[in-house]
């Protein structure tokens, strides 16, 4: 690749360079991820940060995005469930500090938690806190004033996904739009809280359509970046997709590392089924950050699994 030296030299591309990324082949993949150690090893370190989460509300979901298991537009077999309680939150919690999690995010369905849930929610972020967890939050589309509470309470990070391109996000939602999120990232900034914000592969989207959310990203200057592929759940109007290819999963992550070197790439839903037998290679991709254990309403790997994959690379858990 003729920019090598050039991405070495800067540690980022612009969109020019990485759709151009985008469709390396062959040997040529294999000097991308070179390229996006490199840069991580640069930026990032040798440390993973390990987060885990709790699906502390599920199903009954009124929006409509295409990919989601727990909407009410989709019919699955997805259990819904009010707020579950604190004793099984710090359940939760305890086990995710003992297989090296740093952080640990209370998620939640719907466009937002109900006004009458802050108050429980707060008490569940000083529970996390008081582990010795940073304590991390997806409640949906929160006014400043309601994060203002949460960060008071010592929520540490608010995550908050774009999901996609704003070009196609009318694809695959009608009920909010890309702007609203936006708004929320930036909301949550201004009041100094972390922001982790991604999205999700494999839901009809192009490369450009990659590249224009990695630049907003960047644009918005996140603190982590989440990349999810989609896991096709029967009843979804995406639930006939096919999963993406392992190699053309560990471009996206290539490409991300190059467009945001100094953010965190954590990679989280789907991982399992779409990387199968390359899962390690997520590091030599350029990713320094993993959601382990479950995920929100399908099954991830063993955690030991991933905790000795880190160990047999050389890499260290970030504490």
Wanted: charged fraction near 25%.
């Amino acid at each position: 690749m003729p920019f090598a030296e050039r991405v070495q030299e800067t540690g980022s591309i612009d969109k020019e360079y990485a759709l151009e990324l985008s469709r390396a082949t062959g040997l040529d993949i294999f000097k991308l991820f070179y390229l996006a150690n490199f840069t991580r090893v640069k930026s990032r370190g040798s440390k993973v940060d390990l987060c885990s989460i709790v699906n502390a509300k599920s199903g009954a979901c009124p929006e409509d995005c295409s990919f989601c298991a727990q909407s009410v537009h989709s019919r699955t077999d997805v259990k819904a469930y009010p707020l579950i309680t604190e004793e099984k939150i710090l359940e939760a919690a305890v086990s995710a500090k003992k297989f090296g999690a740093k952080r640990f995010c209370v998620v939640t369905s719907g466009r937002k938690v109900f006004s009458k849930e802050i108050e429980q929610i707060c008490s569940f972020i000083s529970d996390i806190k008081n582990l010795g967890l940073l304590p991390c939050a997806t409640l949906g589309m929160l006014s400043p004033l309601e994060l203002e509470m949460l960060k008071e309470a010592g929520l540490h990070r608010y995550h908050h996904n774009l999901e996609t391109s704003e070009a196609f996000f009318k694809e695959i939602c009608t009920t909010h739009t890309f702007r609203e999120k936006i708004k929320v990232i930036e909301a949550a900034k201004s009041l100094g809280l972390s922001v982790c914000s991604g999205g999700i592969f494999g839901i009809g989207e192009s490369w450009e359509d990659r590249i224009d959310m990695a630049f907003a990203l960047k644009d918005l200057r996140v603190d982590s970046v989440p990349i999810n592929f989609i896991t096709p759940v029967r009843g979804t109007p995406l639930g006939g997709s096919e999963l993406l290819n392992p190699m053309e999963a560990l471009k996206i992550i290539a490409i991300y590392r190059l467009i945001l070197p100094e953010s965190e790439i954590r990679i989280c839903g789907g991982r399992p089924n779409t990387l199968r037998d390359l899962n390690s290679y997520i590091f030599m991709a350029g990713a320094d950050g993993l959601l382990v254990s479950n995920y929100l309403t399908t099954p991830g790997r063993n955690p030991e699994d991933d905790l000795q994959m880190i160990k047999d690379l050389g890499l260290e858990i970030s504490c």
